[in-house]
């Protein structure tokens, strides 16, 4: 009777039942009369199916409504809905029970998961500015007890760790201030103020900022080839120009010294992909996944040698996220990195 419903299992049973009471009133007829009065057997077989029938149908019913009911409500806890025990005892019921306990055991084993992945990531970052921040609050630590020493009152020493100081503040002032733009971008308070905006100009005004960094490392910035034209995207100016920088700077930064870096864009009909290309040492497939994760970094010593807040990439992302745009990166160890994003035509 597998997979029978309760309505079923109880015409079976009383079928049987009703079979066997029928069965004795023949041999009882048998023995004190030596005859059968079919019509009298046939009576006690309709009334006796009936009347089993319904008490075998009342009595599943209940049992197996109530020990479903249990169930539902172990596993709803406090949210069971007013529906949730409606029971069709025309169908399957245990077979129904049993897909329904075995997605909701699936449900909770995903969430679980899904909670487990963002205690983790919660720890990590948690950790992580815990990391970022205690090197300038240690330095400062340093530098100000050395002048409480006695380095004040020393023209040598006063000066030279006031500016460490400072400088130590600095970087504190713009971890605080990409972890309050990530949160806001988060959240979704943060506006865009989408505008035509002419690429080339505001690449070469990105490029033109960082010339001292890309001297410093005799590293050519320039354009895969003459843009005589503007090329026109709908986009925040000021979130692109901080996407382009990001890019130009790491690109000078972890690129190899007499390098290249390089800014194309292509034509993709309704969106314009904007690429920044480097020569460096590349990026190792196992890092790529997690690239655009919050302080994530691939060389976690010279990253923090080369300054930044590790918060840079995870920027980006967000904001071409709120542009609804794509954010990519491929690289090649050896060969160097292309970071790309697409922006929408004006």
Not at 246 to 272: C, M, P, W
Not at 302 to 316: D, E, K, V
Request: with cysteine.
């Amino acid at each position: 009777m597998t997979g029978s419903s309760p309505r079923d299992i109880a015409l079976f049973t009383a079928l049987i039942s009703s079979l066997a009471v029928a069965v004795i009133v023949c041999g009882v007829s048998l023995i004190f009369r030596g005859t059968v009065n079919w019509i009298e057997t046939g009576f006690v077989f309709v009334l006796s199916f009936l009347v089993a029938w319904l008490i075998y149908y009342k009595a599943l019913q209940r049992f197996i409504y109530d020990k479903i009911k249990l169930i539902f409500r172990n596993m709803h806890a406090m949210r069971v809905e007013r529906d949730a025990f409606k029971l069709d005892m025309n169908k399957d019921v245990l077979g129904d029970v049993n897909k329904k306990v075995v997605n909701w055991a699936e449900d909770r084993m995903a969430e679980i998961k899904d909670l487990r992945e963002k205690e983790n990531f919660r720890k990590e970052f948690i950790g992580n500015v815990a990391h970022e921040l205690k090197t300038p609050i240690f330095s400062i630590q340093g530098y100000i007890l050395t002048l409480l020493e006695g380095a004040l009152e020393d023209p040598n020493f006063n000066r030279k760790f006031l500016k460490k100081a400072a400088k130590s503040v600095e970087r504190m002032t713009m971890i605080v201030e990409d972890l309050d733009t990530i949160t806001r971008f988060e959240s979704g308070t943060m506006s865009l103020d989408l505008e035509k905006t002419d690429l080339t100009e505001l690449t070469r005004e990105v490029m033109e900022s960082r010339d001292r960094e890309a001297e410093a490392k005799d590293i050519q910035v320039k354009f895969n080839k003459n843009y005589d034209r503007p090329v026109y995207a709908k986009a925040d100016a000021f979130r692109i120009s901080q996407v382009l920088t990001n890019l130009i700077t790491n690109a000078i930064n972890y690129g190899k010294k007499g390098g290249t870096v390089t800014v194309s864009f292509f034509d993709l009909e309704e969106q314009i992909l904007v690429e920044v290309e480097d020569d460096g040492p590349g990026i190792d497939p196992v890092h790529l996944p997690r690239l655009f994760e919050r302080f994530y970094r691939v060389d976690k010593s010279r990253s923090r040698h080369q300054g930044g807040t590790g918060l840079g990439l995870a920027i980006c992302k967000h904001i071409m996220e709120a542009h609804r745009q794509t954010f990519n990166v491929r690289s090649e160890v050896g060969k160097g990195s292309v970071f790309s994003f697409t922006l929408a035509k004006a």
